[in-house]
């Protein structure tokens, strides 16, 4: 029987875990440039290979701002494409924050984001308790690689010098946390601040 090490180290997916977004925003912020309708624009809006090339930095704002324009019939080059892109950040989940800065008596946390620099520069400055909570924040296009990828966990593990095995990691999408448990962490699926609160409190030292 295979022993599960203890925790030495915590990470957390930033969106859906610890920031709250909303991509429903920005469809609203994009329709009175373009010739779709709201409908429309969410229903062509895809997650496609250019987003996860921009999330890897393969390609700048620039250019994944022109991929919109083309895919959601956008005026190019309107300033509310850049805006519409930074609108879904609308706060931060502050139970999930304090429950993450109470843990870090005991760990030090990490987070994980499959980001772009256009995002990053948005949720850095809307939120700068983000980078006073986190030992350091990991960013996809810093890194060349993503989330659900092996290599993206791997790199993390050496980073931060602790073995995969004993990172417990959080996030809300399947997909993601079956990624870093193929590559050996320990994880959590996080559908509220509850699952993150209990998962902790079984951790947590007495």
């Known amino acids: 029987m295979t022993m599960t090490p203890p925790v030495q180290a915590l990470l957390f997916d930033?969106?859906?875990?610890?920031?709250?977004?909303d991509f429903k925003r920005a469809f609203s912020h994009w329709q009175?440039?373009?010739?779709?309708?709201?409908?429309?624009i969410q229903a062509a809006f895809q997650f496609d290979a250019a987003y996860q090339q921009?999330?890897?930095?393969?390609?700048?704002?620039?250019?994944?701002f022109a991929h919109l324009c083309s895919m959601l019939q956008l005026q190019p080059g309107h300033a509310r494409v850049a805006e519409g892109w930074n609108a879904i950040f609308t706060g931060v989940i502050g139970e999930t924050l304090a429950?993450?800065?109470s843990a870090r008596r005991y760990w030090p946390c990490y987070a994980f984001t499959n980001s772009n620099s256009a995002h990053q520069a948005a949720w850095s400055s809307m939120f700068p308790e983000l980078a006073q909570t986190f030992d350091r924040i990991f960013v996809s296009s810093d890194m060349g690689c993503r989330k659900p990828e092996q290599q993206a966990f791997e790199h993390i593990a050496r980073e931060i010098g602790v073995a995969a095995g004993a990172i417990l990691f959080f996030d809300d999408l399947a997909e993601n946390v079956d990624g870093a448990a193929r590559a050996g962490l320990q994880t959590v699926h996080v559908r509220g601040p509850d699952d993150v609160r209990r998962a902790l409190a079984r951790i947590t030292p007495a």
Do not use: F, N
């Open 99 to 101: 429950t993450v800065q």
């Open 54 to 64: 921009h999330e890897r930095g393969d390609i700048d704002a620039a250019q994944y």
């Open 32 to 40: 009175p440039v373009s010739r779709l309708s709201l409908a429309e």
């Open 14 to 21: 930033l969106g859906g875990v610890v920031l709250d977004i």
